[in-house]
Protein backbone atom coordinates (compact mmCIF):
# COMPACT_ATOMS: atom_id res chain seq x y z
CA UNK A 1 0.00 0.00 0.00
CA UNK A 2 2.62 2.28 1.14
CA UNK A 3 4.99 1.28 -1.91
CA UNK A 4 2.14 1.77 -4.45
CA UNK A 5 1.29 5.62 -2.89
CA UNK A 6 5.13 6.69 -2.93
CA UNK A 7 6.93 4.65 -5.48
CA UNK A 8 6.14 7.77 -7.96
CA UNK A 9 7.99 6.34 -11.87
CA UNK A 10 9.87 8.28 -13.75
CA UNK A 11 9.27 6.82 -16.46
CA UNK A 12 5.53 6.96 -17.16
CA UNK A 13 5.41 5.83 -20.69
CA UNK A 14 6.70 2.89 -20.06
CA UNK A 15 4.37 2.26 -17.11
CA UNK A 16 1.43 2.97 -19.21
CA UNK A 17 2.48 0.52 -22.05
CA UNK A 18 2.71 -1.85 -19.25
CA UNK A 19 -0.58 -1.39 -18.53
CA UNK A 20 -2.05 -1.23 -21.26
CA UNK A 21 -0.26 -4.91 -22.29
CA UNK A 22 -1.74 -6.47 -19.13
CA UNK A 23 -5.11 -5.00 -20.20
CA UNK A 24 -5.07 -6.47 -23.71
CA UNK A 25 -3.63 -9.72 -22.38
CA UNK A 26 -6.96 -10.18 -20.83
CA UNK A 27 -8.76 -11.30 -24.34
CA UNK A 28 -5.94 -13.02 -25.51
CA UNK A 29 -5.37 -16.68 -25.50
CA UNK A 30 -2.21 -17.49 -22.91
CA UNK A 31 0.75 -20.39 -23.33
CA UNK A 32 0.46 -23.36 -21.39
CA UNK A 33 4.14 -22.52 -19.84
CA UNK A 34 2.59 -18.83 -19.16
CA UNK A 35 5.25 -16.05 -17.59
CA UNK A 36 4.44 -13.42 -14.99
CA UNK A 37 5.47 -9.67 -15.58
CA UNK A 38 9.10 -9.47 -14.77
CA UNK A 39 10.10 -12.80 -14.51
CA UNK A 40 14.21 -13.19 -14.74
CA UNK A 41 15.53 -13.72 -17.45
CA UNK A 42 14.11 -11.26 -19.93
CA UNK A 43 13.92 -13.11 -23.37
CA UNK A 44 13.33 -11.67 -26.50
CA UNK A 45 12.82 -14.21 -30.29
CA UNK A 46 13.22 -12.86 -33.25
CA UNK A 47 12.88 -15.69 -36.48
CA UNK A 48 14.61 -15.30 -39.96
CA UNK A 49 14.45 -17.85 -42.83
CA UNK A 50 16.99 -20.02 -41.65
CA UNK A 51 17.02 -19.78 -38.00
CA UNK A 52 15.47 -18.80 -34.92
CA UNK A 53 17.05 -16.54 -32.49
CA UNK A 54 16.91 -16.25 -28.64
CA UNK A 55 17.96 -13.41 -26.22
CA UNK A 56 18.02 -13.93 -22.78
CA UNK A 57 18.86 -11.19 -20.95
CA UNK A 58 21.45 -12.54 -17.89
CA UNK A 59 23.32 -9.54 -16.64
CA UNK A 60 26.09 -10.72 -13.97
CA UNK A 61 26.02 -13.94 -14.53
CA UNK A 62 28.95 -15.95 -15.35
CA UNK A 63 28.16 -17.70 -18.69
CA UNK A 64 29.59 -21.03 -17.91
CA UNK A 65 26.96 -21.47 -15.05
CA UNK A 66 24.50 -21.44 -17.72
CA UNK A 67 22.57 -24.67 -18.68
CA UNK A 68 21.07 -24.24 -21.77
CA UNK A 69 19.38 -28.01 -23.10
CA UNK A 70 16.95 -28.31 -25.90
CA UNK A 71 14.51 -31.38 -25.88
CA UNK A 72 12.45 -32.21 -28.94
CA UNK A 73 11.39 -28.53 -29.52
CA UNK A 74 11.63 -27.09 -26.29
CA UNK A 75 14.82 -24.98 -25.28
CA UNK A 76 15.55 -24.96 -21.48
CA UNK A 77 17.43 -22.46 -19.99
CA UNK A 78 18.72 -22.94 -16.20
CA UNK A 79 21.20 -20.55 -14.33
CA UNK A 80 21.56 -18.93 -10.87
CA UNK A 81 22.81 -15.98 -9.67
CA UNK A 82 23.47 -15.23 -6.42
CA UNK A 83 24.15 -11.37 -5.01
CA UNK A 84 25.60 -11.24 -1.79
CA UNK A 85 24.93 -8.03 -0.48
CA UNK A 86 26.61 -6.99 2.59
CA UNK A 87 24.86 -7.18 6.20
CA UNK A 88 23.17 -3.78 7.31
CA UNK A 89 24.38 -2.38 10.23
CA UNK A 90 24.97 0.98 11.77
CA UNK A 91 26.97 1.60 9.14
CA UNK A 92 25.25 0.31 6.30
CA UNK A 93 22.18 0.55 4.64
CA UNK A 94 20.53 -1.31 1.66
CA UNK A 95 18.36 1.19 0.22
CA UNK A 96 17.44 -0.71 -2.71
CA UNK A 97 17.71 -4.26 -4.08
CA UNK A 98 15.62 -4.64 -7.30
CA UNK A 99 17.68 -7.35 -9.21
CA UNK A 100 17.04 -10.65 -8.87
CA UNK A 101 19.09 -13.19 -6.85
CA UNK A 102 18.65 -17.44 -6.99
CA UNK A 103 17.87 -19.91 -9.36
CA UNK A 104 16.23 -19.33 -12.65
CA UNK A 105 14.27 -21.45 -15.37
CA UNK A 106 12.57 -20.59 -18.34
CA UNK A 107 10.99 -22.94 -20.78
CA UNK A 108 10.72 -22.07 -24.65
CA UNK A 109 8.81 -23.34 -26.70
CA UNK A 110 10.38 -23.47 -30.65
CA UNK A 111 9.27 -24.01 -33.87
CA UNK A 112 9.03 -27.77 -34.75
CA UNK A 113 11.76 -27.00 -37.69
CA UNK A 114 14.68 -26.46 -35.43
CA UNK A 115 17.86 -28.61 -36.52
CA UNK A 116 18.67 -29.29 -32.64
CA UNK A 117 22.28 -30.61 -33.74
CA UNK A 118 23.11 -26.74 -35.19
CA UNK A 119 22.97 -24.52 -32.34
CA UNK A 120 25.48 -22.05 -31.13
CA UNK A 121 25.17 -19.85 -28.08
CA UNK A 122 27.26 -16.78 -27.30
CA UNK A 123 27.05 -14.18 -24.16
CA UNK A 124 28.36 -11.00 -24.25
CA UNK A 125 27.44 -7.64 -22.14
CA UNK A 126 24.92 -9.62 -20.29
CA UNK A 127 22.90 -10.91 -23.42
CA UNK A 128 23.21 -14.76 -23.73
CA UNK A 129 22.33 -15.20 -27.68
CA UNK A 130 21.04 -18.46 -28.83
CA UNK A 131 20.49 -19.40 -32.82
CA UNK A 132 18.93 -22.42 -34.02
CA UNK A 133 19.03 -23.05 -37.44
CA UNK A 134 16.04 -24.32 -39.22
CA UNK A 135 16.14 -27.85 -40.90
CA UNK A 136 17.34 -27.48 -44.56
CA UNK A 137 14.15 -29.18 -45.83
CA UNK A 138 11.95 -26.80 -43.98
CA UNK A 139 13.80 -23.66 -46.00
CA UNK A 140 11.71 -21.96 -48.71
CA UNK A 141 13.14 -22.85 -51.87
CA UNK A 142 13.59 -20.96 -55.36
CA UNK A 143 12.58 -23.12 -58.47
CA UNK A 144 14.13 -22.68 -61.25
CA UNK A 145 12.35 -23.46 -64.64
CA UNK A 146 14.25 -25.28 -67.29
CA UNK B 1 25.58 -11.59 -38.29
CA UNK B 2 25.86 -7.92 -38.53
CA UNK B 3 26.17 -5.74 -35.74
CA UNK B 4 22.96 -3.40 -35.29
CA UNK B 5 21.02 -1.31 -33.27
CA UNK B 6 17.97 -3.08 -31.90
CA UNK B 7 15.52 -2.25 -33.88
CA UNK B 8 13.75 -5.52 -35.11
CA UNK B 9 13.82 -7.21 -31.76
CA UNK B 10 12.36 -3.86 -30.32
CA UNK B 11 10.47 -2.01 -32.31
CA UNK B 12 9.39 0.59 -30.47
CA UNK B 13 12.62 2.08 -29.06
CA UNK B 14 11.61 5.74 -29.47
CA UNK B 15 8.73 5.31 -27.16
CA UNK B 16 9.53 4.08 -23.94
CA UNK B 17 12.09 3.65 -22.18
CA UNK B 18 13.16 0.88 -19.89
CA UNK B 19 14.13 1.25 -15.87
CA UNK B 20 17.10 -0.44 -15.03
CA UNK B 21 16.89 -2.85 -11.99
CA UNK B 22 19.06 -1.50 -8.93
CA UNK B 23 20.62 -1.92 -5.88
CA UNK B 24 21.73 1.44 -3.79
CA UNK B 25 23.83 0.42 -0.60
CA UNK B 26 24.97 3.71 1.60
CA UNK B 27 28.11 2.79 3.79
CA UNK B 28 30.13 5.96 5.52
CA UNK B 29 32.63 6.48 2.66
CA UNK B 30 29.67 6.89 0.12
CA UNK B 31 26.79 4.96 -2.31
CA UNK B 32 27.30 2.16 -4.44
CA UNK B 33 24.77 1.96 -6.84
CA UNK B 34 24.39 -1.75 -9.16
CA UNK B 35 22.23 -0.78 -12.29
CA UNK B 36 21.49 -4.26 -14.57
CA UNK B 37 21.72 -2.43 -18.16
CA UNK B 38 21.95 -6.01 -20.22
CA UNK B 39 23.07 -5.36 -24.31
CA UNK B 40 24.78 -2.10 -23.18
CA UNK B 41 28.43 -1.96 -24.92
CA UNK B 42 30.37 0.06 -22.69
CA UNK B 43 30.83 2.92 -25.64
CA UNK B 44 26.33 2.96 -24.89
CA UNK B 45 26.23 4.03 -21.70
CA UNK B 46 26.06 7.45 -20.50
CA UNK B 47 26.20 8.39 -16.76
CA UNK B 48 25.96 12.14 -15.80
CA UNK B 49 25.40 14.41 -12.90
CA UNK B 50 23.96 17.82 -13.91
CA UNK B 51 21.79 20.06 -11.06
CA UNK B 52 22.52 17.38 -8.33
CA UNK B 53 20.45 14.62 -10.43
CA UNK B 54 22.36 11.59 -11.43
CA UNK B 55 21.07 10.23 -14.71
CA UNK B 56 22.16 7.05 -16.34
CA UNK B 57 21.01 5.96 -19.69
CA UNK B 58 21.98 2.89 -21.80
CA UNK B 59 21.18 1.68 -25.38
CA UNK B 60 21.10 -1.71 -26.58
CA UNK B 61 22.72 -3.00 -29.63
CA UNK B 62 22.42 -6.99 -29.97
CA UNK B 63 24.37 -9.29 -32.45
CA UNK B 64 21.37 -9.61 -35.32
CA UNK B 65 21.55 -11.88 -38.22
CA UNK B 66 19.91 -9.65 -41.36
CA UNK B 67 16.33 -9.78 -42.29
CA UNK B 68 15.37 -11.05 -38.36
CA UNK B 69 12.02 -10.44 -37.38
CA UNK B 70 10.74 -10.04 -33.64
CA UNK B 71 8.33 -12.60 -32.97
CA UNK B 72 8.77 -12.43 -28.99
CA UNK B 73 9.67 -9.35 -26.61
CA UNK B 74 9.73 -8.96 -23.75
CA UNK B 75 12.54 -5.96 -23.38
CA UNK B 76 10.33 -3.95 -25.50
CA UNK B 77 12.49 -0.79 -26.18
CA UNK B 78 15.80 -0.76 -26.75
CA UNK B 79 16.56 2.60 -24.39
CA UNK B 80 17.55 2.08 -20.88
CA UNK B 81 16.92 5.42 -18.60
CA UNK B 82 17.08 6.42 -14.84
CA UNK B 83 18.03 9.24 -13.01
CA UNK B 84 18.21 9.53 -8.77
CA UNK B 85 18.18 12.57 -6.83
CA UNK B 86 21.64 13.09 -5.14
CA UNK B 87 22.30 14.37 -1.90
CA UNK B 88 24.21 17.21 -1.01
CA UNK B 89 26.92 15.54 0.77
CA UNK B 90 27.94 13.32 -2.03
CA UNK B 91 30.85 14.11 -4.09
CA UNK B 92 29.61 14.03 -7.85
CA UNK B 93 33.04 14.73 -9.43
CA UNK B 94 34.71 11.56 -7.87
CA UNK B 95 31.92 9.16 -8.96
CA UNK B 96 33.86 5.79 -10.40
CA UNK B 97 32.36 3.78 -12.65
CA UNK B 98 32.34 0.31 -14.13
CA UNK B 99 30.95 -2.25 -16.74
CA UNK B 100 30.86 -5.85 -16.30
CA UNK B 101 28.71 -8.33 -18.09
CA UNK B 102 25.51 -5.84 -18.50
CA UNK B 103 26.05 -4.22 -14.92
CA UNK B 104 27.05 -1.22 -14.02
CA UNK B 105 28.80 -0.10 -10.88
CA UNK B 106 28.88 3.18 -9.93
CA UNK B 107 30.60 4.32 -6.35
CA UNK B 108 29.64 7.97 -5.21
CA UNK B 109 31.72 9.19 -2.59
CA UNK B 110 30.70 11.44 0.42
CA UNK B 111 32.70 14.44 0.36
CA UNK B 112 35.13 14.97 2.95
CA UNK B 113 33.41 17.13 5.34
CA UNK B 114 30.40 15.26 4.80
CA UNK B 115 31.93 11.97 6.43
CA UNK B 116 30.66 11.15 9.92
CA UNK B 117 32.66 11.79 13.11
CA UNK B 118 31.94 10.70 16.38
CA UNK B 119 30.78 13.63 18.46
CA UNK B 120 31.47 13.33 21.76
CA UNK B 121 28.64 14.82 24.40
CA UNK B 122 30.45 16.88 27.27
CA UNK B 123 28.48 16.01 30.60
CA UNK B 124 28.87 18.76 32.92
Do not use: C
Request: hydrophobic share 35%; no cysteine.
Amino acid sequence: MYNNLFNFSDDLFSELEQLQRQLVGRNIVSNIRPVARGSFPAINLGSTPSSVEVYAFVPGVDAKSLDIQIDKNLLTLQGERNLVLPKEDNKLTVYAQERFSGKFKRVITLPDDVDVSKVTASYKEGVLHISIQRRAEAQPKRIEIQ
Amino acid sequence: MTESTNKTVAPKAELATLRPLVTIVEEESGFTLTAELPGVPKENVRVQVENNVLTLEGEIRLQTPEHMESTHAEIGSAKYKRAFTLSRELDSTKIEASQRDGVLTLHIPKAEHAQPRKIEVQIG
